[in-house]
């Protein structure tokens, strides 16, 4: 059981002959990755290239048309978002998502309700029960927090901080329930130059070696520092895959995103 | 990644926000067991008059953190908790009617008479919001007197049915209709306080401000608005349980469409608030209000418009920690 187990958590995500439309719009066609564990992907483009779409289609948001998306032998089309997330899947999003009226940590402890099991009776009585489950939480959520080296707003309302702060508590949130697979949606979008320094540390020390990690960015010094594999995307079709070296020399690359100064 | 604090707080500047923290949670406690030590006496010194009215007003406040509740966490607006509310009241005085048991063995089934009730009219609107929600309420509202009515060989049709045993025996009636109301609210009011804190509250919440974020993490969209009508419906029957009790007696009177519109005007003077001393101020203008206008004749309707409008705007003016002590502090 054992290795079986441990050949399902190394699976890769393999996407395959992905087609996604809204009424006339093609947003995405016929994309097909591969997404593999112990590597940080990164996921590049114009605006409107697709890429959000096709987070939305890998954590079940949006129902593609056409294609599927297995993470290994398992097929994921017909499982919802929240079965999705109980299979190990994760993201923060592009337009921080976070709720005004739970402190920093509670937002980041709703990142380990799949995996939390305290039922009405707990919420509603101080059962000892649910009382550790939730002091167990509370230290897992800090040492998320803690990773991302935002351990001091624990207790603050998003309300109170700045725009750096509350993506970093949405990262914080995605690899608190240690997801299997990560997806970060333009996760240095409000950075500046010192904190996208640091997000890019703390995002080579989240590569594991059965985590699948894909990111979002236009920020292409941290997109060519930290990633493996990049895939770019263009108009909803795969223009491109390969390392960053191969990306940055990839001369269709350069004309529809990077350009002359950045190749 | 200090650096991604824009303004990191110093240690002791730390410690000293802790400690302000920590003596306003005290003076909190220390307020609520006061005013909580006061309504425990009142009794003793007060009329019959104030007991009785006062019973209702607790029962109200129930009520309105019924309505509350699903504002602050479904944001959702009810026109229609009346009928919870009378689910509760109806359960109560049919169970002692039918099976000669008292409130506190009937307090419990009328809880869950109040939740299925939630459930089964959750569930088929259960991709309605706003609006839309807010006006099918108001058809169940609307309904209500209606189906009390044709169902009176068992509700007693306009007359009702009493409530008569005793909650607490070896108290007066006079007594256990004041008691037995505030310990409810204080019961409700302990309960939430604890919810606030459980990861369904946390879930609901963020179900409430970004759906799609909660569906992500696991969060169904569904079962937040069952488990929130549900609850928000249970609370509701609690209090209609208390109001049969105090007034001993239910009738479709009480539960007609105004009924469900003065508690979501209950709500909103209480500021949506779920803490004991909030709701009890909607309370306490849900119940007086009517009683202290009642000599003004045709200008009830507008006295008691200038007056919502005066709490209402008084209440906003009010300082932001005030108001946040008020409404039990955030969600």
């Known amino acids: 059981m054992t290795t079986a187990t441990t050949e399902f958590d190394r699976a890769p995500l393999i996407v395959n002959d992905l087609s996604l439309s809204f009424g006339g719009i093609k947003v995405l066609q016929h994309v097909a990755m591969q997404l593999r564990p112990g590597e940080i992907t990164g996921l590049i483009g114009p605006n409107g290239a697709g890429k959000t779409s096709f987070f939305n289609c890998l954590t079940g948001l949006y129902s593609p048309q056409q294609g599927s998306i297995c993470l290994g032998a398992k097929h994921l089309e017909r499982i919802p978002p929240s079965g999705r997330a109980a299979l190990g899947f ?39 029960g649910g009382r550790s489950e939730r002091a167990h939480n509370r230290d897992l959520a800090l040492a998320a927090l803690t990773r991302l080296g935002v351990a001091e707003v624990a207790d603050l309302s998003p309300g109170q901080l700045p725009p750096g702060v509350l993506r970093l508590t949405e990262i914080a949130r995605a690899i608190a329930g240690n997801p299997r697979v990560l997806l970060l949606d333009e996760p240095a979008a409000g950075l500046n130059s010192v904190e996208t320094g640091d997000l890019s540390a703390a995002l080579k020390r989240l590569r594991a070696p059965d985590l699948v990690l894909v990111v979002v960015e236009h920020d292409m010094d941290l997109i060519m520092d930290v990633c493996d594999t990049i895939h770019v995307l263009n108009v909803g079709t795969l223009l491109a895959s390969g390392s960053p070296e191969q990306i940055r020399s990839n001369p269709d690359v350069v004309r529809v995103y990077l350009g002359d100064d950045d190749a | 990644m200090s650096s991604v604090i824009s303004t990191p707080r110093t240690a002791s500047a730390s410690v000293q926000a802790d400690q302000a923290v920590v003596s306003a949670r005290r003076r ?77 063995a009937s307090l419990p089934i009328a809880a869950c008479a109040g939740a299925l009730l939630g459930v089964i009219f959750a569930f088929p609107s259960r991709h309605l919001s706003g609006i839309y929600l807010a006006v099918a309420t108001m058809a169940l509202a609307l309904a209500l007197p209606e189906v009390l009515l044709h169902f009176s060989s068992v509700t007693g049709g306009y007359e009702g049915v009493y409530v008569k045993l005793d909650a607490l025996p070896g108290l007066s009636k006079e007594l256990q209709r004041y008691y037995v109301p505030l310990a409810g609210l204080v019961l409700v009011a302990v309960l939430l306080h604890h919810f606030r804190r459980s990861r ?29 009508m549900a609850l928000s419906s249970a609370i509701a029957a609690i209090a209609g349980a ?90």
């Open chain 2, 242 to 331: 208390m109001l049969s009790f105090s007034s001993s007696t239910v009738s479709p009177n009480s539960f007609t469409l105004w009924t469900s519109i003065f508690l979501l005007v209950g709500s909103v003077v209480s500021l949506y608030s779920l803490s004991m001393f909030g709701a009890l101020i909607g309370g306490l203008f849900l119940t007086m209000m009517p009683m202290l206008l009642a000599g003004a004749g045709n200008w009830v309707p507008i006295l008691y418009g200038a007056a919502l409008l005066a709490v209402v705007l008084g209440f906003n003016a009010l300082p932001e920690s005030l108001r946040a002590r008020l409404t039990g502090g955030q969600a």
């Open chain 2, 28 to 104: 909190t406690a220390g307020l609520g067991i006061a005013g909580l030590l006061i309504l425990m006496v009142l009794p003793l010194v007060a009329g019959g008059y104030w007991t009785f009215t006062l019973g209702l007003c607790f029962a109200n406040a129930i009520a309105i953190i019924s309505v509350s509740f699903l504002v602050r966490y479904g944001g959702e607006v009810s026109i229609g908790h009346g009928v919870f509310v009378a689910a509760g009241a109806y359960t109560v005085a049919l169970v002692e009617k039918y099976l000669g048991l008292p409130l506190l």
């Open chain 1, 90 to 128: 994760s993201r923060s999003f592009q337009h921080v998502a976070l709720c005004p009226d739970l402190s920093v940590i509670e937002n980041v402890m709703v990142g380990l309700d799949r995996q939390s099991s305290a039922g009405w009776l707990d919420a509603f009585l101080p059962f000892a």
């Open chain 2, 200 to 228: 369904q509250a946390a879930a609901l919440m963020l179900s409430r401000t970004s759906p799609h974020a909660a569906e992500s993490f696991g969060v169904r969209r569904s079962w937040a608005r069952l488990a929130c």
